[in-house]
Nanobody
Framework: QVQLVESGGGLVQAGGSLRLSCVAS????????MGWYRHVPGKQRELVAT???????TYTDSVKGRFTISRVNAKNTVYLRMNSLKPEDTAVYYC?????????WGQGTQVTVSS
């Protein structure tokens, strides 16, 4: 089993920054993909960014140039640095890890951006 614990959400004004962190523990293969998703009530969960254990990254178009995903493999930790935040970034952000086709999710952390 794998457990994910997120932290770093909160309330911020538009234009501000936040950094989310997620620590994974348990049976974690060296080869995995970690990522961040977000969910707004009434909408589908949206992929925000992913990063492989080798460091390759992907981003959804709406956050490119503003968000940066990174990880420290030795700590099984993934980060999401969010700059120039907009009210439309308001959501619950979930950490995700994929290990050989199995996915695990964190409990989510609320990010609220006020205008």
């Amino acid at each position: 089993q794998v457990q994910l614990v997120e932290s770093g959400g909160g309330l911020v004004q538009a234009g501000g920054s936040l950094r989310l962190s997620c620590v994974a523990s348990g049976s974690i293969s060296r080869l995995n993909v970690m990522g961040w998703y977000r969910h707004v009530p009434g909408k589908q969960r949206e992929l925000v960014a992913t990063i492989t254990s080798g460091g390759s990254t992907t981003y959804t178009d709406s956050v490119k140039g503003r968000f940066t995903i990174s990880r420290v493999n030795a700590k099984n930790t993934v980060y999401l640095r969010m700059n120039s935040l907009k009210p439309e970034d308001t959501a619950v952000y979930y950490c995700n890890i994929r290990i050989v086709g199995t996915e695990y999710w964190g409990q989510g952390t609320q990010v609220t951006v006020s205008s």
